[in-house]
């Protein structure tokens, strides 16, 4: 079955980065995009962008142009994000989730399990 | 940008239906999708292209777009459905996914 497996929780200090991975199986790793979702405690989805890992074309949401590089390993079906220059208010849940095309007009039909960081001194 | 705009709450007596809305600019030329989330839980999804039921979703499940929102129906609701309900769609002039914030469904 088709499964994304994300990294552990992670605290960092503020200024710091984060890296989070997220393995796939059950499909063909490079035939449909990888979103990032995160969603502070309390609070609703917030989209921060998209990788293709066929061609590790990238596109950001402007609110992290700058902060945020997604990147991929095809050889072990791995997505990461990675985020810097971490503030109190990324505290959230990080997730990796599968679009179901690769032309950005779809669906997300399958999420990671989520990965909290937490930002604190 | 984009904005979805979904009502923060809905109440409804188990065996009722229950409604929820997601409206925007020009909605119903909008590829709309609907996730599930549990507390505690990541999000699922429900509702695929504004009908399409996903894959063991159950029949009291359903969706539909109009000019002025996209609607989730939720018939013979069950305890079980009590969740947060997201709407999503792609804003092709942003290239942006956009996220509604959100509906708590409180199952009385």
């Known amino acids: 079955q088709v499964q994304l497996v994300q990294s552990g929780a992670e605290v960092k200090k503020p200024g710091a980065s984060v890296k989070v991975s997220c393995k796939a199986s059950?499909?063909?790793?490079?035939?449909?995009?990888i979103n990032w979702v995160r969603q502070a405690p309390g609070q609703g989805l917030e989209w921060m962008g998209w990788?293709?890992?066929?061609?590790?074309?990238?596109g950001y949401a402007q609110k992290f142009q700058g902060r945020v590089t997604m990147t991929r390993n095809t050889s072990i079906k791995t997505a990461y994000m990675e985020l810097s220059s971490l503030r109190s208010d990324d505290t959230a849940v990080y997730y990796c989730?599968?679009?179901?095309?690769?032309?950005?007009?779809?669906?997300?039909?399958?999420w990671g399990q989520g990965t909290l960081v937490t930002v604190s001194s | 940008s984009y904005v979805l705009t979904q009502p923060p709450s809905v109440s409804v007596a188990p065996g009722k239906t229950a409604t929820i809305t997601c409206g925007g600019d020009?909605?119903?030329?909008?590829?709309v999708h609907w996730y599930q989330q549990r507390p505690g839980q990541a999000p699922i999804l429900v509702i695929s292209?504004?009908?399409d039921r996903a894959a063991g979703i159950p029949a009291r499940f359903s969706g539909s777009n109009s000019e002025s929102a996209a609607t989730l129906t939720i018939s013979r609701v069950r305890a079980e459905d009590e969740a947060d309900y997201y709407c999503?769609?792609?804003?092709?002039?942003?290239?942006?996914?956009?996220f509604g914030g959100g509906t708590k469904l409180t199952v009385l």
């Open positions: 989730v599968k679009g179901s095309d690769i032309n950005n007009d779809y669906d997300f039909d399958q």
């Open positions: 059950g499909y063909s790793f490079i035939d449909y995009d």
């Open positions: 990788m293709n890992p066929n061609s590790g074309n990238t």
């Open positions: 020009s909605i119903g030329t909008k590829s």
């Open positions: 292209f504004g009908t």
């Open positions: 999503h769609a792609w804003d092709d002039s942003s290239d942006h996914q956009v």
